[in-house]
Structures are given as C-alpha cells and as structure tokens.
Antibody, heavy 121, light 109 residues
Framework: QVQLVQSGAEVKKPGASVKVSCKAS????????MHWVRQAPGQGLEWMGI????????SYAQKFQGRVTMTRDTSTSTVYMELSSLRSEDTAVYYC??????????????WGQGTMVTVSS | EIVLTQSPGTLSLSPGERATLSCRAS???????LAWYQQKPGQAPRLLIY???SRATGIPDRFSGSGSGTDFTLTISRLEPEDFAVYYC??????????FGQGTKLEIK
C-alpha cells in the first residue's frame, strides 16, 4: 500500500541541525511532489516547502529560507528535510506529505506518521 | 500571501447533529484549490475534501464541501462519534504558497 514512513524522534540542542527522513513505498516515487509541514505542540499546521523528487527542485516558505534544505535519494525513494540553527521555537512534529496527482499543485493525500523534534538545552 | 480564517474556533455539538465549518480567504482562491483535513490527537492530518467539493478516497458521504472565491464551507450532515476532531482548511497552488487555516475544534457537547 502507499505509505510514507518517517525517521524517529530527535532531541537537539539550540544551534544544532536536524535531518528528518521520509521513505516512500507503494507508488512511483519520482512521479509525485512532496511537501514538509510542521506542527508545534498544541498549534496548527505550518507549510515549510516542496520538493520535486524527479529533478530535485525545491521551493521553501519564506520563513525558512536559508535554514531549511530538502533533498531526495531516488535510489531509496526517500526525501529528507534538514533544518539548521535550531531554536526552541522549532520544537514540533514534522510531517512529510505527498501531493495528490502528478501535477505540482494539489492537496496532500498521503502523510507520514510525523517526527517529533525537540530543541532543548 | 493568502490568509485563511476559520470559524468558529470551537464548535460544540452532539452526535447526530449537523456541523457547518467556515473558511474565509483574504483573497480569491484560484480554481477552487481549497482542501479540508481532519486531525485527531496524536495522528497525522487526513485529507477529506479537495478542489473545494470533491471527497477524497474512502471519505463518507456525510462530509461535503462547498464554496468558491473567498468563502468555503465544510458540512458534516450527521455527526458520528469519530468525527469529533480538529479540522483545517488549506489553499494550494497560489504562487507556491500552501497556507492552512488555524483550525476548528469540533467537540462533543
């Protein structure tokens, strides 16, 4: 079945970086764009950026420009999200989510289970 | 950037009642690129509605979406116990901006 499986929880110190993985299965990895969305404790959903798994092109939300990098490995059908210069406000659950359909613009029909990232000294 | 404002913040209803959730955009949402998601505690969001009114795969027909331009509505015709959750609207496709509303919590009265 179609699924996205994310890496496990992380605890990081302020100023460090974190890299979260999202492994896709059950479909043609390079045919569907992928997004990253985060959710701080008790808060709403915040869009971070998008990656095209086929060519690797990316677009990031302005808020995260310069701090986030999204990459992919087509050999393992995995996308990665790396966030640097972590601060306490980055404590959140991070989700990968697949775009419905093969076009860039679409709703998010498949979500990973989420990865909790805690930033604490 | 398109800002989505959901109302009410919290909606208290009983099973069997009808729920009406609103999502208003600060500017017109192109081609009805508006989606609704349901999120239960400890779970990832689940896609309910896309294109403003199309149900996603496996979504019961008690869920319906409507609206265009700047005003959109999610209606749950007869609430089941499993429908009590937080609901988010989202616009997608506007200049690579994919904003979410702040959410409406649907709670049991």
């Amino acid at each position: 079945q179609v699924q996205l499986v994310q890496s496990g929880a992380e605890v990081k110190k302020p100023g460090a970086s974190v890299k979260v993985s999202c492994k896709a299965s059950g479909y043609t990895f390079t045919s569907y764009y992928m997004h990253w969305v985060r959710q701080a404790p008790g808060q709403g959903l915040e869009w971070m950026g998008i990656i095209n798994p086929s060519g690797g092109s990316t677009s990031y939300a302005q808020k995260f420009q310069g701090r986030v990098t999204m990459t992919r490995d087509t050999s393992t059908s995995t996308v990665y999200m790396e966030l640097s210069s972590l601060r306490s406000e980055d404590t959140a659950v991070y989700y990968c989510a697949r775009v419905m359909g093969i076009q860039q613009d679409g709703a998010f029909d498949i979500w990973g289970q989420g990865t909790m990232v805690t930033v604490s000294s | 950037e398109i800002v989505l404002t959901q109302s009410p913040g919290t909606l208290s209803l009983s099973p069997g009642e009808r729920a009406t959730l609103s999502c208003r955009a600060s500017q017109s949402v192109s081609s009805s690129y508006l989606a609704w998601y349901q999120q239960k505690p400890g779970q990832a969001p689940r896609l309910l509605i896309y294109g403003a009114s199309s149900r996603a795969t496996g979504i019961p027909d008690r869920f319906s979406g409507s609206g265009s331009g700047t005003d959109f509505t999610l209606t749950i015709s007869r609430l089941e116990p499993e429908d009590f959750a937080v609901y988010y609207c989202q616009q997608y496709g506007s200049s690579l901006m994919y904003t979410f509303g702040q959410g409406t919590k649907l709670e049991i009265k």
